[in-house]
């Protein structure tokens, strides 16, 4: 299982992924699910991954293929729109692709994986999308600032709570953490290390994926916060009602 979640504010793009791909007694591994495709002063494009890993490789893999052998790539298309259109139609193909190699003993199989498209095109603000299995896909808006794909119900509640699409991106990327952390607490199949993005609407280029893990103090220091904040908040709320 996985974990990812992209917000779109006012002032730019807050982007969290955990790596872990397959949990157990005796196996864990870890990939990395925040890609990013560039042409820096012109445009920026982060794809986010969730579900089956051979088709989200797959993917990611036909994506980087199309830039070197495709009259139309996402790296020349005009909008973010087209590039979400590029990935929904790539994921489509690869699943259908992979079904149809596996039938018979192997059917059953779950192939789907949700990506997020994210980024900025010159002349065009930041945009975010959600790209389903199916191919389609959905833009995320001023009331809807924020998408999830992965084990998302258990960091949905403080994103629902907190942000809006003014939040700063400070403080969105302190949400989207904490949002994280809470998953990261309540379920094993999530894990770190994390990758991390905050980027900042006009910038035009990748300004760099930071790797998250348990020597990073800023982080320890956050979650710390966050479980006392919850306790002493908790302690201070009246008893409003009581066993009979």
């Not at 302190?174 to 894990?191: W, Y």
């Amino acid at each position: 299982m996985t974990y990812c979640v992209a917000l779109k504010v006012r002032d730019g793009l807050v982007l969290t992924s955990d790596s872990r791909t397959n949990a157990g007694v005796d196996h864990i591994a870890s990939f990395r699910k925040l890609h990013v495709l560039e042409i820096p002063g012109e445009r920026v494009i982060f794809i986010q991954s969730a579900g089956n890993l051979a088709t989200t490789q797959s993917v990611i893999s036909l994506l980087q293929h199309q830039i070197k052998s495709s009259e139309r790539h996402a790296l020349n298309v005009p909008t973010l729109f087209d590039v979400a259109e590029l990935v929904g139609k790539t994921i489509r193909e690869v699943i259908q692709r992979d079904s149809y190699q596996n039938q018979g003993p192997n059917q059953g199989v779950d192939f789907s994986c949700n990506m997020l498209v994210s980024g900025q095109i010159k002349g065009d603000e930041p945009r975010l999308y959600h790209v389903y299995p199916q191919g389609n896909f959905i833009e995320a808006c001023e009331d809807t600032p924020y998408f999830q794909i992965g084990e998302s119900k258990y960091g949905k509640p403080i994103l629902d709570r907190v942000v809006t699409f003014s939040t700063g991106l400070d403080k969105a990327l302190q949400c989207a953490l904490i949002s994280m952390d809470s998953t990261l607490r309540s379920n094993l199949s999530v894990g770190m290390p994390l990758d991390l993005i905050t980027y900042e609407e006009g910038l035009l280029e990748n300004p760099g994926i930071r790797r998250v893990d348990e020597t990073t103090e800023p982080f320890m220091k956050l979650r710390s916060a966050w479980s006392e904040g919850i306790r002493a908040l908790f302690d201070s709320i009246p008893l409003y009602m009581k066993g009979e």
